[in-house]
């Protein structure tokens, strides 16, 4: 089955600076990769995706960025604010498998002010 | 629309105990999920139904948990009984494969804690 690896575990940054996420997957068939964020006592939210047809996508902010030959897959944080300070999760999906997702192991991101 | 909607969302309960989880997933979605997060093992796939059919079990620990869908806007998880080990987040999540595809909408969870 499908293997999603995350890193790092725990990244600090100061506020303003970039956060960069990185994701490896081991099935080339996925095409789908979710990006989301988890405060504190709340459910994960979904933030941004990207298929496997585009190499990046952005919104605000935030991009994600696709590389299907090397089968990773980065999150982009730009000019980090402390409300960005939470646990990120990447995911992966086969399209054969439906809409389940494998879901890397999280980052907790700390945005010092 | 009120998103998914979990209940109750913290529960404690004592070892041997029957507990329930329920679900009410978004308004026109056809897949439903159920997630376990802990710190050890991360965010679990336990299950997932689509059109009220589980589709794959796998990710149920062992035959104490059971999963139902008697319709499209409503699900439970069951553990009977239930063990200390059984702590942790339980997630409901919903998608749809037509109005965009693989997208899964989280709940806010019930925290269990069997004693």
């Known amino acids: 089955g499908e293997n999603v690896e995350q890193h790092p575990s725990t990244l600090s940054v100061q506020e303003g600076d970039s956060a960069v996420i990185k994701c490896t997957y081991s099935?080339?068939?996925?095409?789908?990769f979710p990006w989301y964020k988890q405060e504190l006592g709340k459910g994960p939210q979904l933030i941004i995706d990207?298929?496997?047809?585009?190499g990046e996508k952005k919104d605000q902010r935030i991009a994600v960025t696709l590389n299907k030959t090397a089968k990773h897959f980065s999150l982009h944080i730009t000019e980090t604010q402390p409300e960005d300070s939470a646990v990120y999760f990447c995911?992966?999906?086969?399209?054969?498998?439906?809409?389940?997702?494998?879901f890397g192991g999280g980052t907790r991101v700390l945005v010092k002010p | 629309d009120a998103g998914v909607i979990q209940s109750p969302r913290h529960e404690v309960t004592e070892m041997g105990q029957e507990v329930t989880l329920r679900c009410k997933p978004i308004?026109?979605?056809?897949?439903l999920f159920w997630y376990r997060q802990t710190m050890m093992r991360g965010l679990e796939l336990l299950i997932y139904?689509?059109?009220?059919?589980?589709?794959?079990d796998s990710g149920m620990p062992e035959d104490r948990f059971s999963a139902k869908m008697p319709n499209a806007s409503f699900s439970t998880l069951k553990i009977q009984p239930s063990e200390p080990r059984d702590s942790a987040v339980y997630f409901c999540a919903s998608g749809s494969a037509v109005i965009v595809p693989y997208e899964q909408y989280f709940g806010p969870g019930t925290r269990l804690t069997v004693t």
């Open positions: 990207i298929r496997s047809n585009v």
């Open positions: 099935d080339s068939a996925s095409n789908y």
């Open positions: 308004s026109g979605h056809d897949y």
């Open positions: 995911a992966a999906s086969i399209e054969a498998a439906g809409n389940k997702l494998t």
């Open positions: 139904f689509n059109n009220n059919v589980p589709i794959d």
